[in-house]
């Protein structure tokens, strides 16, 4: 199959087809050399195309098991080489594919111009042009103002806890911005009932929870787009405990006051080093964004920065009961030096769980 890449500016690349069809959306990268299959079902890919700046993606299979959803998100996929099993999942799930391309130049062009839009175009007679029109007609990712409604749940669901779990009285409400499912997987493990609310929840939604635990998922796209996350976040900070990872981080953040800004190329990978400001200790984490906290605000204190470039990774309110997230402590895929966040978040709701009823 013939395949052609447009980069925002025209320039077009020709490269092989794995998979057929016709997509675009916004071209980023991962450093990621493992972990291929959570990459490329992790909601916050949505109206992306992924590029893996590894060059060989596909060498130990494809296994369902390792899914964070039930479907591949990036728009398209771009590789140096696919194995034919990766390449015939893509041309499974309809998501275009290309390999035989020079990743390490693509992504120096990624860094030095940031995450741009492309076009790409998949098939036996394809042409430049059908790819410079899918170009065309792409949007910044600003502007696709309902993308919660693309990989949300449409419905509210619950996850019962192990009951033998260390917080198996707890009961959070998460909402599901782009939820990854090693979140819940992580919270349902240590005993917590996750109930799974969409991503335009309200107050009302919550208050039938009656949550230990508000929290919020990550997600794909611009903060400023999850309006309703943020009224929840702004209405019920100091009545119940509040977590936030990745996109979540970000809308906590905005509902108390701070700011977020566009990132050039975002942070994209299982190796972003991470340190904590109270200790000193450094961690190597999974992360998934293209947005940051721009001004955390004068409630939340910012705890944690990233090694590289400063970026705010943990922000924290002890006096409102909040602690939130850059990157991804769930890992897969990626290494688990954070895993105890979620002890951290559950142990918010420990002064709810155990209060002793008041009396009639």
């Known amino acids: 199959m013939d395949a052609y890449v447009a980069l925002e500016g025209g320039h077009v690349v020709a490269a092989r087809g794995r998979a057929p069809g016709t997509s675009r959306g916004e071209l980023v990268f991962t450093t990621a050399y493992t972990g291929y299959e959570e990459s490329l079902t992790d909601p916050s890919y949505e109206e992306q195309v992924l590029t893996f700046s590894y060059p060989l993606i596909g060498n130990y299979g494809v296994r369902e098991d390792r899914f964070e959803s039930d479907r591949v998100h990036p728009r ?49 007679d394809v042409t430049e042009e059908d790819a410079l029109a899918e170009l065309e007609a792409c949007k910044a990712m600003s502007e696709h103002e309902d993308i919660g409604a693309q990989v949300s749940v449409a419905e509210p669901t619950v996850h019962e806890g192990d009951p033998d779990g260390t917080y198996a009285d707890a009961d959070v409400a998460l909402v599901d911005c782009g ?25 009302s939604d919550v208050a039938a929870v009656d949550p230990d635990l508000l929290f919020i998922s990550n997600g794909p796209g611009d903060p400023a787009n999850f309006e309703a996350a943020e009224e929840l976040v702004d209405t019920l900070v100091g009545e119940v405990p509040i977590a936030g990872i990745c996109l979540g981080q970000q ?110």
């Open 76 to 124: 398209a996929v771009v590789a140096r080489e696919l194995t034919d099993d990766v390449a015939e999942w893509l041309a499974d799930e309809g998501v275009p594919a290309v390999d035989h391309i020079d990743t390490r130049d693509l992504v120096t062009d990624i860094r030095e111009g940031g995450a741009m839009k492309c076009g790409i175009a998949v098939g036996d």
């Open 179 to 203: 939820a990854k499912g090693s979140i819940v997987d992580s919270l349902v493990a240590r005993g917590a009932d996750v109930h799974v609310l969409p991503y335009d929840a309200t107050e």
């Open 251 to 360: 809308v906590v953040a905005r509902a108390l006051g701070g700011t977020t800004e566009k990132m050039d190329f975002g942070h994209r990978g299982v190796n972003q080093p991470v340190r904590d400001l109270k200790t000193n200790r450094v961690v190597m984490t999974t992360q998934n964004h293209g947005y940051t906290v721009g001004d955390p605000g004068d409630v939340l204190d910012v705890t944690q920065i990233n090694v590289n470039d400063d970026t705010p990774e943990g922000l924290d309110s002890d006096e409102l009961g909040v602690i939130t997230r850059q990157y991804h402590p769930e890992a897969n895929p990626g290494p688990n030096d954070s895993l105890d966040f979620f002890d951290d978040v559950l142990g918010l709701t420990e002064s709810r769980t155990t209060a002793a009823p008041a009396d009639d």
